[in-house]
């Protein structure tokens, strides 16, 4: 079975997707052996009222998915009192964790703020998803061109808070820079395998990184979710660093959360 | 080779159209042309039945590249042309004799052609440069390299399909910096007929290749 740890709801502003209804989403995942999906509300990219957001996203996860959609909601620590966003996250919403968009949400990772939101999911034993980027920036629209965020920083916040749980996801522009094996190497830092590329990528990911630290994530519906398939298809990999890529790591991270 | 072969038998693809080697270079010299294409070669010879040759030139080196045509696709096994990259927009004058000599052969030529929303590179075609091209050259088989490099924002498979048909859709990997995954999935993946899925990942090529494999005598 297959957990998908990278997975959006709702509208991509850019465009209409296949999947971009959550019946239809679940259904194709489902089809597909996914066992559990973590999932974000795209509306959270763009949207200023985030605490509508993640409502929705709650609801919606509820209603079309329930122990199968697992909620991630969106916290945008430029916004007003984000902190009452995390809270209902955890308190209201029972979210396991929260997904961050630090690029669209324009603040650098060296920013005090940034700081404080981890230390506050830490504290909270929230996991934290970060988006280093959504797509390729050659082909985002020319009115909303976003850079990649600067992962540079992280590997000093890691070290410094050893309880953060932090997911690096659509990494392709952190392994471009560079950074992704010392934000790994850092600490409780994790990645998936949405745009990994290359022949054997995602082999030569796991071997750099350790088989324990990469996560099966499909960047579904933006991408298409048999990419990330056929990406561990094209591997090689053992069965048992399968099984751990397609859903034990997820699981293992997901653990003390849930209990 | 082996690698490509290896990741090739685990996805199910059975042949390649190989082209450049493994060079990174976006501006090339005649020499570092001729090493890859020699490269190229080599490849194919080892494994005749997983993969043809595609000869890279560029209109920056006329004359070579018209030479190198003749040695590697008139008189030796390769193919197609392409990928024609970054060097000079297809739309220049030094187009044309290369064009001439696809047309007299009946080959292919494969495009790199992008719209990069930071704008393209010095030198490198844009779409409408492959459409004046396509205009002069009316009888010339073109592939469009990177459907434009608009694919997330512009064109995904379904679009593709309904805009062009899916007889003008043809799989390609560029495996190296891609991976034969991520693009394969954007054919098994999307939501299009079983016979458009059959078009697009081998009949289509097929029958572009169809008049040069026959003239040299490979198996169709």
Redesign the interface.
Known sequence: MIVDANVSLSRWPFRRLVGDETPELVRRLRKRGVAQVWAENFDGILHKDVGGVNARLAAECRTHGKDFLVPFGTVNPKLPDWQEDLRRCQEDYRMPGIRLHPNYHGYDLREPVFRELLNLAAERRLIVQLAVCMEDERTQHPLIRVPPVDCAPLPELLKRDPALRLVLINCDPAIRQGLLQPVLSAGGAYCDISMVEGIEGVARLVERVSPKKVLFGSNSPLFYFESALLKIQETGLSESEKDALLEGNARQLLAPVAS | ME??V??MD??GIERLLLSQGYSAELHPTPAQFREENDRVMRAVRAFPDRAFGSVYISPAYLDFSLQEFDRCVRDGPMVAIGEIEIDRRANVPEMDPIAERAIALRVPILEHE?L???GNEPGESTPHDVVELARRHPRLQIVCAHTG??????I?M?MAVRELGAERVIYGSD????????Q???V????IPESAKELILGENLRRLLTPILRAKGYSV
């Open positions: 690698v490509l290896r990741c685990r996805l992008w990069k929303a930071g490099g608009d694919w997330e924002r512009g995904r379904e495996v190296g910096g891609r991976s034969f995954a991520s394969l999935a954007k098994t993946g999307a939501e």
